[in-house]
């Protein structure tokens, strides 16, 4: 069993940067990790996911450049470094992590935080 945790959302202008946190809470290096955001009115949407050891990191073509996922397993937290911000990044954002490792999949990750909220104003 694993519990997320997510920290680092706010209110930032486009062309900021922020970076979020997820703080894991069981056995979370033997998971792969990831990111899904989701904004009023739209689908969930994939973001970045990271496999157990680091190694492997995949993006969307939306984020990719802008965004870095990175991970401690020595801290059991996962991160996602956001720059070069824009108004469409808005979004509510969700930590995951599961066993298998198809990264776009939602249904891969058996464990979702509560999610924390990123506002890009322009």
């Known amino acids: 069993q694993v519990q997320l945790v997510e920290s680092g959302g706010g209110l930032v202008q486009a062309g900021g940067s922020l970076r979020l946190s997820c703080v894991a809470s069981?056995?979370?290096?033997?998971?792969?990790a990831g990111w899904f955001r989701q904004a009023p009115g739209k689908e969930r949407e994939f973001v970045a996911a990271?496999?157990?050891?680091?190694?492997?990191?995949f993006y969307s073509d939306s984020v990719k450049g802008r965004f870095t996922i990175a991970r401690d397993n020595a801290k059991n937290t996962a991160y996602l470094e956001m720059n070069s911000l824009k108004p469409e990044d808005t979004a509510a954002y969700y930590c995951?992590?599961?066993?298998?490792?198809?990264?776009?999949?939602?249904?891969?990750?058996?464990?979702w935080g509560q999610g924390t909220q990123v506002t890009v104003s322009s």
């Open positions: 995951v992590a599961g066993s298998v490792w198809v990264p776009r999949r939602p249904t891969a990750y058996a464990y």
């Open positions: 069981g056995r979370f290096s033997s998971y792969h």
């Open positions: 990271i496999n157990w050891s680091g190694r492997s990191t």
